[in-house]
């Protein structure tokens, strides 16, 4: 009898690890065609996800003017306005979804922009910011590589 409750005990740990790794780690993806990982999200989700990245890109784009005009206080606006310090925690049932890779190259992305904004702030000059840019862009293009979003509901 006790061995029995033994062996479900252990059943039970391994189920809950099981679904701790789907959540977290996996998230709720599926292989496509064209090589990439398709994230499966609600449509209302997707917009969410959607209007944040073309936030960044009106950033980004700022930056570069910015770099362009040498106007270190303007370019400092831009990156800390997509910084992590600024930006809402996703929804619990959004995170699930999320790919572990997906968060954290999310959050290290947005951390990047408050740190290039201090890099700005505190007297960097405009090639400088630029090839750190250059590096977080870096980001941008491997999770557009590794990643699509797509709408269940
Ligand atoms: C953590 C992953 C990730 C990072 C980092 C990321 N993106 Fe995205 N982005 C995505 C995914 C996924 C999509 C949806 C692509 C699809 O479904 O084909 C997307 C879509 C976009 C779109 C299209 C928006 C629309 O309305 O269709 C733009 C623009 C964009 N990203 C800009 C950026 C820029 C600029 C950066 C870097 C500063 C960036 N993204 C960083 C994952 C990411």
Redesign the pocket.
């Known amino acids: 009898m006790q061995k029995l409750s033994w062996i479900l005990n252990i059943i039970l740990v391994l189920i809950i690890a099981i679904m701790l790794y789907m959540f977290f780690i996996v998230g709720n993806v599926k292989q496509i065609e064209d090589g990439r990982t398709a994230?499966l999200v609600t449509k209302e989700e997707r917009v969410q996800i959607?209007a944040d990245?073309?936030k960044?890109?009106e950033h980004?784009q700022t930056m570069v003017e910015s770099i362009g005009e040498d106007d270190m206080a303007s370019f400092s606006t831009a990156a800390s306005g997509v910084g992590l310090k600024q930006e809402r925690a996703p929804a619990a049932a959004l995170i699930r979804k999320l790919p572990i890779e997906?968060k954290t190259?999310?959050m290290q992305?947005h951390e990047a922009f408050d740190n290039l904004a201090k890099m700005a702030d505190e007297g960097a000059g405009a090639r400088a910011v630029a090839k750190e840019l250059s590096l977080?862009?870096e980001?941008?293009t491997y999770?557009?590589e590794t990643?699509?979003?797509e709408a269940q509901n």
């Open positions: 994230i959607l990245m073309r960044f890109l980004v997906f190259m999310g992305t977080i862009m980001n941008c999770c557009h990643f699509r979003l």
